[in-house]
């Protein structure tokens, strides 16, 4: 008895994912109950994603969900927000244009460019203002989540968006956007994505959710031979109810086809199907029987079980189903209609035999898709080259005639199309056309690939492309980190513009070049940023001439000519000015508060920068203005500034400014500014003695850096981690960091990098004895009467000071110092730069002036203090311990050394490993004399158990029932640190709970202590 083709092989139950929807049954009813949440399918092809997504349907459908849903699909990759697109066309695609903006209501204006055949025409809505590219994404996301969100407050809702390996960036940006909003809404995310299939784009979006601890993931695993067994039994079980599948599974025959599936749950159905249809397995005498496994005819891949498959179809559905391979794994009714020129019952026909050869599903009444991808693909593969590019032409031929109406919304198709079907003229058209839309739209990575098709097609038209499609398509390489691309298209755009005697385009590309090379090589980048110069001075554009100052005067910067980079930036600012260009203005202030900081004036340099956010706030330059917040947070005092006068912002205030950029970096996707922004709030949160939270957000933004190969910075990145491990005296780590960084500095050619990065080597050597590494460095990177006036100027002659005393020559050290503090921008009488101070107190105890050198000391305490730079409080507190101990005055000796080792062991404690922990205080302690008194500080730490100061004012404060953000608002540390502090409190004293803290603080009378 042969088994009927028309009865479906599918495994009616499913195996193997109890965990799985368990987990996605509690989702979903918290979901309805209002806690929103983000989940993420993963695994190989065919594993069983889109099937447990099915499940999670059924089961929302079952407690009152809306369900919106859609797929990606090879081609969406260069087709911007295809999968959105395909979810609101399904869920609006039975209402009129009319109904869709009623129900879009003022979020219609915002959603018209994304719905153009759905939504009136935008001359028909109230005009929204335009605005930068970025952001009108912006704002066509918070509509977008909007909608959602707003949906959901009607009736909970599943939105589902499968094969995301297929999605493009624009979408994945969106979906990124959407889940750090759902979080509180009954909104259930559903994500599928083939986890061996990840490209850079979803590998970001995936990693961002992870960082963010924004979505759960089940990651699908292949079933198990007993699971594989099973599952068989269950297919058999529904094609004969009287049948016991157990004999038949006996033997090899599970063997088989688990080995050849490695249980991939619709590999074992395609087999199954397969070997049922060469009368391999077969249903005779009421029983199930086999033959013998060397008469099988097993198909070696999906393939060949396809092939067998369509050998069973008639000639028309061949044709319908070949058509439909090449136009995609989702098809729609209507083109496939045009396409084969059937009526309609006639069609019905074809697709029903399609659906029973299990090769398509029905999605809705308009919409059939391919059951699995990789059907599609074997199907696809089936035909000739020649006859699919035939295909290709007649489908995009079709789709240009069908759409005619709406085709804005249909150009990533054509271009496709046209491109495979080698209709040269068309490709070029649509893909520039595609291409630009793409850019629109924020997604450079689909807009690479339409304008290389576009170039591809003016190639074999023998035409010249416009300088401006090579720009284009440079400008999306250089966003998606690709430089040499993005280099060779930039180039090529010069050199057309310049033949084609344009001077616009050509002062254009000559900027392009030079910011590219910025990040790589300075010397590069100054020529071409010289030569944009001097033809915008030819030019009669004054705002080109601005544009073109402010580059140079940011290179000028970086090359350690401050007064060069002043004057561009002064010059640009007026024109600007005189422009009224607002715009202009911002970006002048934002690159001066820069120049001012670099130049080692943070008192001007924070007063620019506060103008700058003031109108980028008003322009919603987002981007600009992450620029101009981590600039104001590093005036604030980093570790380069330690020779500088500080702005009067304080500690919470200025790592606010840097939480606010890393915040719009993350939501505009700005993995550049994020890697930026993380980096340089180590720097800040290092000499605060944040040392837990300072070293993670450095890795993170060197991980970052490395991941999108932007060297600038990777040096800052190890520069960081170098500045921190030398605070934390582990030395050999910092050397080895600071080494990559100062390699890395030269290869790009920057002064600034190279002498701030031999500021912090140099100290490194030193403390390593290694006198003769420390000279050489210093001497090759300054000149011996250069000026101090730049930051890394400024670095480089503190750690000459620091090596005259390590040759004993206080002499030289003081008159460093005093050349130093008489540079400084901003210092008066009133005020104190403690590092400085801490040097010239050690020049001067060299040279037996101790009067004055306690003064100064205290003068560097209090600052220190006021400022909240406890690593350096501590050194200068055991300075002052050694110069009263030095004149016998041995009580106030060890009232010095106590209040350093407090400080020592309260920075020791925020260190989340333990080996860590020790090494520090291990390497600290070592530069103390070596033989003290227990002080009262020690007594007083033995009678509270171990506990630093700190530790018993947080456990105080625990006692009077604060929660970690008052307590860190209240000592003027992060929420983080205090959390460590609580940790080492809970171990230290064997608890479990903060109430065991607080009634522990009362016994011991800390809580009514002044902390």
Request: charged content about 20%.
């Amino acid at each position: 008895m042969q088994v009927p083709i028309d009865l479906p092989i599918v495994c009616p139950i499913v195996i193997g994912r109890t965990a799985e929807l368990t987990a996605l049954h509690l989702l979903l009813e918290r979901a309805k109950s209002g806690t929103g949440q983000v989940v993420l399918l993963s695994g190989e092809a065919g594993i069983g994603k889109s099937r447990l997504a099915a499940e999670a349907k059924t089961d929302a459908t079952a407690q009152g969900f809306l369900l919106l849903q859609s797929q990606c699909f090879p081609t969406d990759r260069s087709c911007p927000c295809a999968p959105l697109l395909e979810l609101l066309r399904s869920h609006f695609a039975t209402s009129s244009p009319e109904q869709v903006a009623t129900e879009m209501g003022s979020l219609a204006p915002a959603l018209s460019p994304l719905l153009p055949d759905l939504l009136p025409r935008p001359s028909d809505l109230p005009p929204l203002p335009p605005l930068a590219p970025e952001h009108e994404k912006r704002r066509l996301f918070a509509a977008l989540a909007h909608l959602f969100l707003r949906q959901a407050t009607k009736q909970a809702v599943l939105l589902i968006v499968e094969d995301l390996h297929w999605s493009d960036e624009t979408s994945l940006d969106f979906l990124h956007f959407l889940a750090r909003r759902c979080a509180a809404s009954p909104l259930l995310v559903l994500l599928t994505y083939r986890s061996d299939e990840v490209h850079p784009s979803l590998s970001h979006f995936l990693a961002q959710l992870d960082r963010e601890r924004l979505a759960q993931e089940f990651a699908l695993a292949p079933l198990t031979q007993s699971e594989v067994s099973t599952m068989l039994s269950a297919i058999f079980a529904l094609r004969r109810a009287v049948f016991t599948a157990h004999p038949l599974l006996q033997g090899d025959l599970l063997d088989a086809m688990y080995s050849i599936t490695e249980g991939n749950p619709f590999l074992i159905e395609e087999l199954l199907k397969s070997l049922i249809e060469a009368g391999d397995i077969f249903y005779e005498h009421g029983h199930w029987q086999r033959k013998e496994l060397g008469e099988w005819h097993i198909p070696r891949s999906v393939q060949d079980a396809v092939e067998l498959r369509t050998a069973q179809l008639s000639e028309g559905a061949r044709q319908v189903l070949n058509l439909a391979a090449v136009a995609g794994r989702h098809f729609d009714f209507a083109l496939l209609q045009a396409l084969i020129q059937h009526d309609e019952a006639q069609l019905l026909r074809l697709l029903k035999e399609l659906i029973a050869a299990q090769l398509v599903v029905e999605e809705s009444a308009e919409q059939f898709a391919f059951r699995h991808a990789l059907t599609r693909q074997a199907v696809s593969a089936q035909l000739l080259v020649r006859e699919r590019r035939a295909l290709h032409r007649t489908i995009a031929e079709t789709f240009e005639r069908l759409y005619a109406s709406s085709v804005e919304a249909h150009l990533a198709d054509l271009s496709f199309h046209f491109s495979l079907a080698g209709a040269w003229e068309k490709a070029l058209e649509y893909g520039q056309r595609a291409g630009e839309q793409a850019q629109a739209l924020y997604a450079p990575q689909a807009a690479t690939l339409h304008f290389t098709r576009a170039l591809a097609a003016a190639g074999h038209l023998s035409l010249t492309p416009p300088a401006s499609l090579y720009r284009a398509r440079g400008l999306a390489y250089e966003t998606l980190g690709d430089f040499e691309r993005a280099r060779a298209d930039q180039q090529t755009a010069l050199q057309l513009a310049h033949d084609a005697s344009d001077r616009h385009a050509e002062w254009q590309a000559l900027l392009d070049l030079g910011l590219l090379w910025a990040g790589r090589d300075y010397v590069q980048s100054g020529d071409y940023y010289q030569r944009a110069l001097i033809l915008a001075r030819t030019m009669d554009d004054p705002a080109a001439l601005a544009h073109s100052l402010n580059r140079l005067g940011n290179w000028y910067l970086n090359v350690e000519q401050p007064q060069e980079a002043l004057h561009c930036h002064q010059e640009a600012l007026a024109t600007f000015q005189a422009l009224s260009d607002r715009r202009g203005k911002a970006a002048t202030l934002d690159l001066l508060g820069m120049a001012s900081f670099l130049s080692g004036d943070l008192i001007q340099g924070t007063t620019s920068c506060q103008q700058a956010i003031v109108l980028l706030r008003e322009l919603d330059d987002r981007q600009r203005l992450i620029s101009s917040l981590v600039t104001l947070m590093m005036c604030g005092g980093v570790y380069e500034t330690e020779t500088l006068v500080e702005a009067s912002v304080g500690f919470a205030d200025s790592l606010h400014f840097g939480e606010q950029a890393l915040k719009i970096a993350g939501e505009i996707g700005s993995r550049s500014d994020e890697a930026h922004t993380l980096i340089q709030m180590a720097m800040y949160l290092g000499p605060h003695g944040e040392y837990a939270q300072a070293l993670e957000v450095a890795q993170r933004g060197l991980a970052i850096a490395e991941e999108i190969e932007h060297r600038q910075w990777m040096t800052a990145g190890h520069r960081a981690l170098g500045a921190l491990y030398l605070d934390l005296l582990a030395l050999s780590e910092a050397q080895q960091h600071l080494e990559q960084a100062l390699a890395l500095a030269q290869e790009v050619g920057s002064w600034n990098w190279i002498r701030i990065i031999s500021g912090f080597l140099a100290p490194t050597y030193l403390l390593q004895h290694d006198e003769a590494s420390a000279d050489s460095l210093l001497t090759a990177a300054l000149e011996p009467d250069a000026v101090m006036q730049t930051l890394g100027q400024r670095l480089v002659w503190a750690a000459r000071a620091g090596l005259a005393l390590a040759h004993d020559d206080p002499h030289l050290a003081l008159h460093i110092t005093d050349q130093l503090l008489a540079s400084a921008v901003g210092l008066s009488s009133e005020s104190s730069i403690p590092r400085l101070a801490k040097l010239r107190g050690e020049a001067l105890i060299k040279l037996k002036q101790a009067a004055e050198a306690e003064t100064i000391l205290q003068d560097a305490r209090t600052t220190a203090l006021k400022h909240g730079l406890r690593p350096l409080l501590w050194r200068i507190c055991l300075t002052q311990g050694k110069l009263a101990h030095a004149q016998r005055r041995y009580e106030e000796a060890e009232r010095h050394f106590a209040e350093a080792q407090e400080l020592l062991e309260d920075l020791a404690s925020s260190l989340p490993d333990q080996t860590f922990h020790q090494h520090f205080l291990h390497h600290a302690q070592a530069l103390f004399p070596r033989t003290r008194q227990p002080s009262a500080h020690r007594l007083a730490k033995k009678i509270f158990e171990g506990l630093t100061e700190r530790e018993r004012a947080v456990a105080a404060l625990i006692a009077r029932g604060k929660s970690n953000r008052e307590i860190a608002d209240e000592l003027g540390v992060t929420p983080g640190t205090i959390q460590t502090h609580v940790s080492s409190i809970l171990s230290k004293l064997h608890f479990s709970s903060r109430t065991q803290i607080a009634v522990w603080a009362m016994e011991k009378g800390l809580a009514n202590e002044a902390v």
